[in-house]
């Protein structure tokens, strides 16, 4: 039997990643152009109410309250490869639904919202099993490097996805865009099924529940992951609330056209683009943990520019806190997910992972739910004005918590 050399396996394992990469890109850009066209499928084709449109955000997101928790077992059991393909497929049958159903004149508003729930219900065992997916492809010297590409590639889909998006539905109309998306996760299947599978490892002989327990019972003990879970929670609540805000405020509010919506939600990629570039070099001169705190104090205070945005002549408002609210949160996850995928025992990984998204993204529902709420009792722009204020909240848990007396992540936890 013979070995591969260690440069034959690097290069192997390099070409691998680089599949994964692709077909995490190519769906990515997809859905980042939905994100833009699908309220507005909502507002312009089914004339949507305001609540409408927050209630479809919501449902996008929902799916991480009922399957959050059981996703870290599911992906556990299954294997990884295989899975993800399976998702991408399910997410394009249900996105290409849209089109034939208003080629059809059949498209109606609970069409789109079980389009949008069964999108995101794919979406969480999805993320779940590329976020273990990725620790099998590389080594752990490598995981912070990759972390932060992959979040430079997805702050570049966010830009150009987005800012393709808004210019889209002005020539080919929302209901195209999302038959675009549909024919990126086909391409995204394809591409998964080149790589080679990989199967975490498992308990099969214990219950369900147990291995939920563990999960769950490793990341609420632990000094570090538990307050890091809650400054994703705060963080990601905050994001759903602008996001669902975003489109209504724009076009109601300001006035904007379609286009423009999708340049102003795309500064979220630039945003996202400046923090996945500067976050390795940032976190060593100042260390992971201070890292996180800076930068979502400064986002913070950057975000409160959105709100003085009221007419297209002041856009730029809106374009200036949307990057400063994503350089917080971008940093801060790179330095938070790298830290999970390092420090958690590699049986646990996928049960870690989807504790904290169950928790940190089963808000995001709410934050888009209360955003409508609020919206509809105080108006737009004071909800906006609310909801911007919560970004200074995420920096403010870290301070309150270990790690501010630490330098590093890792050390936060020794202390």
């Not at 702050?155 to 929302?174: E, P």
């Not at 214990?206 to 003990?221: H, M, Y």
């Not at 423009?260 to 570039?277: D, E, H, R, T």
């Not at 993204?361 to 911007?388: I, T």
């Amino acid at each position: 039997m013979t070995t591969q050399a260690p440069d034959a396996r690097n290069a192997t394992a390099a070409r691998m990643f680089w599949r994964f990469w692709l077909a995490s890109t190519v769906s990515r850009a997809g859905s980042n152009m939905t994100s833009v066209a699908l309220p507005l499928v909502a507002l312009i084709v089914l004339e949507a109410t305001t609540f409408q449109v927050t209630l479809l955000a919501a449902a996008s997101q929902a799916a991480w309250l009922f399957l959050g928790l059981p996703a870290g077992v599911i992906v556990q059991r299954y294997p990884l490869r295989d899975l993800q393909v399976a998702m991408d497929l399910v997410r394009m049958a249900a996105m290409g639904s849209v089109p034939i159903a208003w080629w059809l004149d059949a498209l109606t508003y609970p069409h789109l919202l079980l389009v949008a729930l069964i999108t995101s219900l794919a979406s969480v065992l999805f993320d779940v099993g590329n976020s273990t997916f990725l620790p099998a492809l590389v080594s752990k010297e490598e995981l912070t490097s990759r972390n932060s590409l992959i979040s430079g590639t997805e702050a570049v889909t966010q830009t150009g996805g987005r800012s393709l998006s808004g210019l889209l539905v002005t020539l080919i109309g929302a209901v195209g865009v999302l038959l675009i998306d549909a024919v990126t996760y086909l391409v995204s299947a394809v591409i998964l099924r080149t790589l080679p599978e990989r199967r975490p490892e498992t308990k099969s002989n214990v219950p369900a529940l147990q291995l939920i327990r563990e999960g769950w019972d490793f990341v609420v003990r632990h000094p570090v992951m538990r307050p890091c879970m809650i400054w994703a929670t705060v963080i990601n609540f905050v994001s759903a609330a602008l996001v669902a805000l975003t489109p209504l405020y724009l076009v109601r509010e300001a006035g904007v056209s379609a286009a423009v919506v999708g340049v102003v939600i795309a500064m979220n990629g630039v945003g996202a683009l400046i923090a996945s570039a500067a976050a390795p070099k940032f976190a060593a001169r100042v260390g992971t943990a201070r890292a996180m705190i800076w930068s979502g104090l400064i986002g913070g205070i950057i975000t409160l520019a959105i709100p003085f945005t009221t007419t297209l002549g002041t856009v730029f408002f809106f374009l200036l806190g949307n990057i400063g609210f994503q350089f917080g949160v971008v940093t801060g996850s790179i330095m938070a997910r790298t830290h999970r995928q390092v420090e958690s025992p590699p049986e646990l990984l996928s049960r870690v992972m989807a504790t904290v998204r169950f928790v940190s993204w089963g808000v995001l529902p709410l934050g888009a739910a209360l955003s409508g709420v609020l919206a509809e009792v105080a108006g737009l722009r004071p909800a906006l004005w609310f909801v911007c204020a919560g970004a200074l909240i995420p920096p403010l848990i870290l301070i309150m918590s270990p790690v501010r007396e630490s330098r590093e992540l890792s050390r936060a936890q020794e202390g």
